[in-house]
């Protein structure tokens, strides 16, 4: 896999991602520990997708140290924080990068060649069609997320 430079995230907006997913960690009622933070600074290093070896792999580079099973249990409070989210496509955990408030709907934009993933609210009008065709059925969509697989912009 290459290092195209859409997967790296410039250190001053990822030291800006830790520090404003610390911030909603304690909003969350969690607190913050060491491996908590490891994970989320490894997360908010990429914009590429990662699985919980290669979080580990990632920690042991930087000097740390982090087992497989906390990195699970530690990834499945993140996503229920809205911290990160699981790439379901990919099968792989990225740091939020929406707004707070956004958490409910996103979109993401896979790139098959790089493995970046780039998020976005989706369209007002997106979300209103989602919610129109799912109440036929007579359901009421609470969560949306949207996965779309292709090119990205630098790949292309
Ligand atoms: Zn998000
Ligand atoms: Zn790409």
Known sequence: MNTANCNAVEPSLASEFESRALERLKAAGLRVTTPRRLVLRTLGATRKPMGAYEIRDAVKRSGGRIDVVSIYRILSALAAA???????????????????????????????????????????????????????????????????????????
């Open 82 to 156: 809205g911290l990160v989210h699981h790439i379901g496509s990919v099968d792989g955990y990225l740091a939020c990068t929406g707004r707070p408030g956004e958490e409910s709907k996103t979109l993401h934009l896979i790139c098959s060649k790089c493995g970046c993933v780039q998020e976005l609210p989706p369209s007002q009008a997106a979300g209103i069609e989602i919610g129109v065709t799912a109440s036929r059925q007579g359901f009421l969509s609470e969560t949306t997320r949207i996965e779309t697989v292709g090119v990205c912009e630098h790949c292309r």
